[in-house]
């Protein structure tokens, strides 16, 4: 019997080590000079090789294999090169051609194949970054098909937003934007260590951030505050620059398995290392340059390669009185080498940011704001050449950020005579007054330290005519922050009695750290059905996020019916952690006033109050997850290529900030003045004061919604008579969306009952709401090689834009003012003076774009002797201007505006 299995065991063994052969290659730039540490891609299983110091490659492939691989070079055209079957396979010579606008192929729009990730992942390289002139990741991200072009803003916090997106209601667009990863160099971009927040349990979602003030801009005009931290969302994308970045891969349906916390996305970013020349870049519009330089060496033979890029960016508002300013400096380091079978890549990379809005001079209360963000980020990527059947090659990841955020603001006061708290327990106690006639000062102080170590294999084998490739590997995540905190004066307080809530210090040293790890493993299995190909990236992840366990299927499926058609079908779950700042947020203070008296000074008086320190425990709290479901068709011939993706996606248990109710029954005073000692004197009087009322939050996994849609893109090939090719993309979107309590909205002035009892508080059911988009993006690009220059025409067909209010807008329940909650019955719901009490008119519960509208922009691009270019990009072309005002039945009249005036950037290259 044992020799039976024996024999069997090694039959299996057999049948999935099928006979493999070595591919060599060489990859040289036009010269025939070799280039070493090129990027090489078997896009057969995704993986990634370099190529040595004298440019040459080698890896296994299965001897019935067709090979597909694509490389990359800093600089250079990337190339795409299928190999037919050879025995033995012959060793290939790849060249590769300078960048320039003089090749005859240049892709400057974002284009969808099929070298992604994922089926309907969006690549945008070098050419269509440079022809953005983009400042940032943002410009990038708003070339996304779906997204409306608008023009450069770097005063104003900008973070991504994908399918699902949109919604009014801001706490969706939060957790939209926070489940979407940002993955640089293989490694994601954390912003779970963020804490500047004063407390999610004062403020919420949207009340807790410092903001700034309102300032002038010279280009948008007057602008309201705003705040520049996001604790509660995703990456400001602002703090990104482009100028370093190869290729950038943007997934928007169901990412591989390797890929955590992507339950709306995720935006990957690839750096190349290698020899380039000095490549100098200015940008400037309006008050607004970015200027950047970058260069590539090639050290000894043993050391390898170093490239180091700079880039400076700032942004002035108003160069009239240079109130409100933006600046980015950033500093980046790779240094990459290859030691026999092993790579390795190390980078270091510095950013710093400051939104600063100065005082005014023509501003009474000299108010000021300054918020900083400075990182330090360590990464190192190794790639290890095993050779065994299942573990081709191992992947150690680690990489380590430290930062520090500062958020401050202030502003001049004068209210006299003032009642301070400070007691940071609960209790009755005596607080005192002083005279406040001072410059108050708000700052947050943060030290985020994010640290993460991902190990992966891959490996292959063939099962009879079925190929695997599969890969697998585990990951651990580390959140920390160990700032000062919440830092306030109490003898100074800026926010006095705001819904009873007082500022008190709060150390970030007290707050736990996070520990998330997470294992996967995929195989990608490729079938041939006679003429036709079924290729499946089947893929199961399992996430421990916050001590929760989630189980993640993710399949991409893709069946080439024959060289025109191909079927794609996709699904997969992701979930998203947590952040320390919903994890752990800090006390809240409520205090209420008992006895407040004194005789016109700080000698004599008396300030007797009531304390309750509130601790707010979220550590229960839940991931948020995602299902996504994907179809699509492609179609490719000589006159166009079209592909039509449609999905259907399911948010669910998203954070959403609750009100808690608080009621409190407090003893009564009756206060003299003792002649004698000049003190004033208090003794209970044996009545009870009740109040209270929803005053701080709690977090919840109370968001959830449905999006479904669809995006079609249409392109041509450059047409060689008029040198000119065309693209059309559409986007549809909806989106419905709820969360799971009442909401509770303060009346604007008091209601009586018959007993003068009043309605403190009213309760409308949970918050329901949807959103309709579509949107058509027409592009043409004219290239005339044999000069250098292109020039490309973009149309923005804003056809839908519709947002619907779906809940009722009649109350269901009240508080009374001696914190008694009371719910309605339809009868009394319809009975004075509920009935008057809606919360919308029904005109303004939907909001629709009154009629298609369009934005007309343009771009220019001139290369001279392929080292020194010029650009323009001119937005809103032709300065259309819809205008459409409406005047709703609750007499709030609804402007409807929505483009702004022409917008020019130019900038120039030089390499050298």
Known sequence: MKKKLTVFALCGMGLMAEAQ?????????????????????????????????????????????????????????????????????????IVLRDLSLKLEEVNILP?????????????????????LQAFSLVDVMNALPGKKTVPLDLNSLSTLTLRGGGLSGSAFDLNNSQGIAIIIDDMRLSNDANLQTRGLSRGGLNGSTITSYAYRDSYFGNKGVQSYDTPFQGIDLRDIPVNNIEKIEVI??????????????????????????????????GGSTSSSISKGFLLSPKWGALNFSTNWTYSNADPKDKVKSFHRYSQSMLWTNVFGKVKNTLSFDYTGRNDSRRQDPDDN???SSKFTNNTFSFNNRMGIQIGQTWMKNLKVNSSISLGKQESYASYAINRGLTPIASLDTTGIYEGKYVVLSTMTEELIIGKPVT??????????????????????????????????GVVSDPERPRLIGSNQQNLRPYSFEYIPSSKNWSAYIEDQVNITLGKRTLSNQIGLRYDVQNGYGTLQPRI?????????WTFTGALGIASKAPSLAQLYPGPTYIDYDLITASTGGVDPSLYLLYTDKIQIDNSKLKPSKSLQIEFGV??????????????????????YATTNLRRYELPQYTVWLNETTNKFEYAPTGATLVTGGFIDHQLTNGLSSESYGFEWYLSTPKIPAIATSFSLNTSYSYTKATNAVNEAVTPA?????????????????????????????????????????????????????????????????????????????????????????????KDSKKVNTPFVYTTMNMGFEKEIRKNFRVNMRVYNLLDLRPYKLTTLDNGIDNIFNPNTKPSLTIGTTLKF
């Not at 992966?456 to 580390?478: C, D, K, L, P, T």
């Not at 492609?634 to 954070?655: E, M, P, T």
């Open 21 to 93: 052969e070595r591919f060599y290659g060489l990859v040289k730039d036009e010269h025939g000079l070799p280039l070493p540490f090129a990027s090489v891609t078997l896009l057969n299983n995704n993986t990634s090789y370099m190529s040595d110091r004298s440019g040459n490659f080698d890896f296994d492939v299965q001897a019935r294999d067709s090979i597909r691989i694509k490389v990359v070079y800093l600089g250079k055209q990337s190339a795409t090169l299928n190999f037919p079957r050879e025995q033995p396979p012959a060793r290939k010579t």
């Open 111 to 131: 284009d969808v194949n099929d070298k992604g990730r994922s089926n309907s992942s969006i690549q945008i390289d070098r050419q269509a970054i440079d022809q």
């Open 252 to 285: 928007q349906g169901i990412a591989p398995a390797r890929y955590g916390e992507v339950t709306n996305g995720a935006v990957i970013v690839d750096r190349q290392a290698g020899k380039s020349p000095y490549v100098a870049s200015f940008n400037i519009n």
């Open 365 to 367: 209360s000299l108010r």
């Open 451 to 484: 640290a993460a170590i991902n190990l992966s294999a891959n490996g292959e084998a063939q099962s009879g005519e079925v190929q695997h490739n599969f890969n697998y590997g585990i990951s651990f995540n580390y959140s920390n922050n160990g700032g000062q």
């Open 556 to 564: 991409n499926s893709r069946l080439q019916w024959n060289k025109h």
């Open 634 to 655: 492609v179609h490719n011939n000589r006159w166009f290529n079209s592909s039509l993706y449609a999905y259907y996606k399911k948010n669910s248990a998203g954070f």
């Open 749 to 841: 002035n008091r209601i009586y009952f018959d007993d003068n009892r009043y309605i403190k508080t009213l309760y409308y059911e949970p918050s329901r709401e949807s959103a309709k988009s579509l949107l058509s993006k027409f592009n043409t690009v004219t290239h005339f090689s044999r000069i250098g220059f292109i020039i490309n025409f973009s149309l923005d067909i804003n056809i839908l834009n519709q947002s619907n209010t779906l809940s009722s807008s009649d109350p269901v329940a009240y508080l009374t003012d001696d914190i008694r909650y009371h719910k309605l019955t339809a009868d009394e719901a319809n009975t004075a003076p509920f009935n008057t009490l809606i919360r919308q008119t």
